[in-house]
């Protein structure tokens, strides 16, 4: 199911030296690795002490924790993690990080953030369709 028209593929391949850094917070910043209108690979860099701050989305999104260590809560719980850990939010919970240790998240997103594209967020309460 495509929620997305005018998303369109990237190119197949993504040099992480020749890929562009967008700053998104104090001490934070990601590189979008690749992405199609289904799905969408992104690189997080945290800084100690940077914050994700608490959020939801429709997306459904998974994380490689890839170095450093991360408060993550989903929901009502909170845990710390580390590289070589990962985590799973379903969409429209809430959820966010606080970086306890400098460190980088690989985030992939189902659908593609078309927010992170300069598109306006989809406002769909109930996606994925139950």
Not at 26 to 39: A, E, F, N, T, V
Not at 46 to 66: L, N, R
Not at 88 to 116: N, Q, W
Not at 118 to 127: C, M, N, P, S
């Amino acid at each position: 199911m495509s929620l997305h028209n005018e998303i369109k593929a990237t190119q197949p391949f993504f040099i992480g030296e020749e890929t562009e850094w967008e700053t998104v917070g104090p001490g934070l910043r990601r590189q979008i690795m690749g992405y199609d209108d289904k799905l969408m690979l992104v690189k997080v860099e945290f800084q100690e002490g940077a914050i994700g701050q608490m959020h939801k989305h429709y997306h459904s999104q998974t994380t490689y924790v890839e170095s450093g260590e991360f408060e993550m809560t989903i929901g009502d719980e909170v845990r710390t993690l580390k590289g070589g850990d990962s985590f799973y939010i379903l969409p429209h919970v809430m959820h966010g990080c606080v970086c306890t240790k400098p460190g980088v998240l690989i985030d992939v997103f189902s659908p593609a953030r078309e927010d992170f594209l300069g598109y306006e967020q989809l406002d769909l309460e109930t996606w994925p369709a139950k």
